[in-house]
């Protein structure tokens, strides 16, 4: 299928002259920066941060082996997706397409956007339906939504599958990975290089544990990636998120084995849940929570929290009637868990 990114660039995007900040107009040496109205009394936090993002880019470029240029941050993956929304969606006129159960925001982004949102079936075993998905498809569809490991039933998309939509689509392919790194599956970030309408999606969120901070990565060819630095607000990742970052990316070890920690949990975690006669299902996860059918999802959540115990109710989403989402907590947050579930 012949893509052309020219041709699904928002007119107005296309032609609009984007926002040129004090620090985009000089690039050099200087030593007295009466430049940008900041307040010349260090805080720490006195100065604008860098626009551009470039030492996190390029360690991330590193870690990611992608090129810098190929790669977008935003305050949260919620921000991609937001401004790959409003880059590629003529509001009113555009639609999107995203096979369900998965993720609210991608909906809720398109909504606020006066975005039409079109629906399909994932399979029981919450995969992608090549043909459903492939007729779904209208001259309208721009962007196409797939979020592997899936949110929330935990499973990594066929590889396979996600290549045959992006191959048979001629708009973009947002993959979110947010999960990749509990999976045991490679990110897609080496196939970039093959599929010019694939864009990827990745945070710091979950895998690194800095939900906090907001920070989410876009990865795709360089020509996507700066139309979304075209559009987005000039200090959108804060001076505070860019040095946390960068010290967290250079202790991958770290991140590692608290990966590995987490995995073990989710292993010990999927037994407690199996031997229980609450559960009648527990569904198989590439990612660092389990969903869980229960005789009766909704009673359940209620009663733990009646002992202060959060899980999300996910039993009125498709395909997932009776279930509960658990994320994968502490060994001791666990243990209350599975105790309390024994109780009810
Ligand atoms: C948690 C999650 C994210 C993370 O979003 P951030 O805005 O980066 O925190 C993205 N996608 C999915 C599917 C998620 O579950």
Redesign the pocket.
């Given at each position: 299928m012949e893509f052309d990114l020219e041709k699904i660039i928002r007119q107005n995007v296309k032609s609009l002259k984007p926002y040129s900040s004090a620090r985009d107009e000089f690039d050099g040496n200087a030593s007295v920066f009466l430049d940008a109205n900041e307040n010349p009394y260090p805080t720490r936090y006195n100065r604008y941060p860098d626009p551009h993002q470039k030492k996190l880019k390029e360690k991330i470029a590193e870690i990611k082996k992608v090129g810098t240029d190929q790669i977008f941050l935003g305050n949260?993956?919620?921000?991609a997706i937001d401004l790959l929304i409003r880059a590629f969606c003529e509001p009113a006129i555009d639609e999107v397409l995203i096979p369900q159960p998965?993720?609210g925001?991608y909906s809720v982004c398109a909504a606020i956007n006066n975005v039409k949102v079109n629906e399909v079936k994932l399979s029981p075993t919450f995969d992608l339906d090549i043909k459903s998905t492939l007729e779904a498809i209208t001259s309208q569809t721009k962007l196409i939504f797939l979020?592997s490991p899936n949110?929330p039933s935990g499973n990594l998309l066929s590889a396979n599958r996600v290549i045959e939509i992006v191959k048979n689509f001629d708009g973009l392919v947002i993959l979110?990975e947010?999960?990749i790194d509990f999976s045991e599956s490679d990110s897609f970030t080496a196939k970039l290089k093959d599929y010019a309408n694939l864009v990827i999606?990745q945070?710091?969120?979950?895998a690194w544990g800095l939900?906090g901070i907001?920070?989410?990565m876009c990865f795709a060819s360089q020509a996507i990636i700066s139309v979304l630095h075209k559009i987005k607000p000039p200090y959108n990742i804060s001076g505070a998120t860019q040095e946390i970052a960068l010290d967290h990316l250079n202790d991958c070890k770290r991140k590692m084995e608290n990966v590995n920690e987490i995995l073990f949990q989710r292993a010990s975690l999927a037994k407690g849940l199996a031997s229980l006669k609450s559960v009648t299902k527990i569904y198989p996860s590439d990612a660092n929570f389990i969903l869980a059918r229960m005789n009766n999802a909704k009673q359940v959540y209620q009663n733990l929290l009646t002992t202060g115990i959060v899980v999300r109710d996910r039993s009125n989403v498709l395909l997932c009637d009776n279930c509960l989402r658990i994320s994968v907590g502490t060994p001791l947050e666990n243990q209350k868990l599975l105790e309390a579930l024994k109780r009810i």
């Open positions: 949260g993956s919620d921000e998965t993720y925001m979020c949110n979110d947010a999960y999606l945070t710091l969120s979950k939900a907001r920070l989410g």
